[in-house]
């Protein structure tokens, strides 16, 4: 093996392992919206209907959205009750707030 490919190998594993020992206190995952194919339309009017995950890290966030048409986010938010730095509940008021300010954004221009 050529020392150029040697140090490439080297350098890929490096990547490899400093990545994988990252703690991301943000985990997120889109649910396609053609879930609703399967599960219809009705499954809108419940408050969970888009499933949902833990975050990786007990400090973290697990964060599941669908995008559903052009009016519609719906977002599920996980953190540990025990970790006092985190609170899905006003997590929630945040994201809440900040997609209102995208909304007016958007109207006034």
């Known amino acids: 093996m050529s020392p150029a490919v040697s140090r490439l190998i080297f350098r890929q594993e490096t990547i490899h392992i400093q990545a994988w ?3 991301f206190k943000l985990s997120t995952s889109q ?3 053609r879930i609703y194919e399967v599960v219809g339309l009705n499954a809108l009017n ?3 209907c888009n499933g949902g995950f833990g975050p990786s890290c007990h400090d973290g966030y697990g964060i599941s959205y669908i995008i559903y048409g052009d009016t519609m986010v719906n977002i599920s938010i996980a953190s540990w009750h025990s970790c006092k730095e985190t609170d899905s509940k006003r997590f929630a008021k945040e994201i809440d707030r900040a997609m209102e300010d ?6 006034t221009n």
């Open 21 to 23: 020992t990252k703690t």
């Open 31 to 33: 649910t396609p919206n």
């Open 46 to 48: 419940y408050p969970m």
């Open 102 to 107: 995208m909304k007016t954004l958007y109207l």
